[in-house]
Each structure stands twice: as C-alpha cells, then as structure tokens.
C-alpha cells in the first residue's frame, strides 16, 4: 500500500493534484491547514480512500483534531501537531506515541520535512505542500507488515 501524505497546504489545489498524479496512491492523507481544498481533491480523487484532520488555521472545532487508523495491523495516528507542541520539540509527541503503542505518528505543522524512527515509532513530518518556494509531501509505504516512509520535493 503507498499513502499520500500532504499538510499545510493553505489554498494550494493545483500542487495537490499535481503530487497525486505523480505518485498513483492507495490513500490520500491530509493533516490540516487546508480542510477545503483537501475536500476538493478527495473530490477529484473520490476512488482514493481519504482521511483528514484539522490544523490551526481551519477553524473546525466539530472535526476531531486527531485520528487513531488502523492500517494492517499497524497503529498509525494522524494529527496536524499543533496540540503536541511540535514546532517546540517532539517530546509530546514521543510520549504519546508510546502510550497509544503507535506505529506511526504523522503530523505537520512545521513546514519542515521529517522522517525520524524513535524507538518503534516512525514520526513522518510531509513538510508544506503548499509552500511556493519549496513544496514538499511525504510517501508511506507498508508491505509485507514493514511501514517506510520518505519525503519528496514536488518539482
């Protein structure tokens, strides 16, 4: 299975699409500061199983600000970072993930690509999709129970 993952894209379809087209994912996730244009490209891409939470900047307070999946058999939760404190550091992070037993923590937020392994968490941060300057989104892969994940620049 290949997942898309895109945050902070405020405004920014056409470089969501773009990431979309290049990679033919399973699933698209999207971890905020773009809610309705998130909701436009699952539009585009209805066929694509599609999760997103809500960021700082899209005044959803119905919206959970956090999803625990379950992929496999694997924990993953999805959040766009700003309730752990993650331009601070990821220690909130990291004591959450060990006592949700995560696999996977994903969250943006920063607008700095990440891609750290602490202890048996993998914490992937996709960068900003919507920068102008340097767009970036993030690619999990699991196969054969085995989670990977990268960054990549959107040229």
Known sequence: MKVLVLSDSHGNLTNMVRAVEAESPHMIVHLGDGWREARQLHGQFPMLPFYQVPGNCDFRPSEPAEQLLFWEEKRVLICHGHTYGVKQSLLRAGYAAEEENLDLFLFGHTYQPLVDMRGKT???????????FRPFYGIITLQNSHLDGHTVPLV
């Open 122 to 132: 993998l914490f992937l941060n996709p960068g900003s999709i919507g920068d102008h």
